[in-house]
């Protein structure tokens, strides 16, 4: 369970990450999305997303030309329970409000799998 938390709270220290989680916790998505949304170069969200999967914060998995990050379907309390708190953590903050606008008003593309999946998770909530 330590190193459960440890591993969390050392990919909870970023904000760029707590934003891609922040996310990913709402839909999967691709990097040019998170490029999109959060408006940093590819690179450095691809360091970010590395960084989370080496440390299964995230899965990713190839659709064609894309690689399609999520929130793995089996995860730990620790995770859940930290998941649902950056949720209400963030509900005030303009930047985390921003993104989930963004988020919103994406442009339908490819990989159409992202779309399906979240429109069917944002019919759930």
């Not at 379907?73 to 949720?87: A, D, F, G, I």
């Amino acid at each position: 369970m330590a190193g459960d938390l440890i591993r969390i709270y050392q990919c909870f220290c970023d904000r760029t990450r707590l934003r891609i989680l922040h996310l990913l916790a709402r839909s999967p998505l691709c990097v040019c999305h998170f490029q999109d949304i959060l408006d940093e170069p590819q690179v450095k969200i691809s360091k970010h997303l590395a960084y989370l999967r080496k440390r299964k914060m995230v899965v990713a998995k190839r659709d064609r030309n894309w690689m399609i990050y999520s929130i793995p379907v089996k995860r730990s309390r620790e995770l859940e329970t930290n998941l649902k708190c950056l949720q209400d953590c963030v509900q005030s903050d303009a930047v985390f409000k921003r993104d989930l606008a963004k988020l919103g008003k994406l442009a339908r593309c490819e990989p159409a799998v992202v779309f399906r999946t979240r429109k069917k998770e944002w019919a759930k909530q």
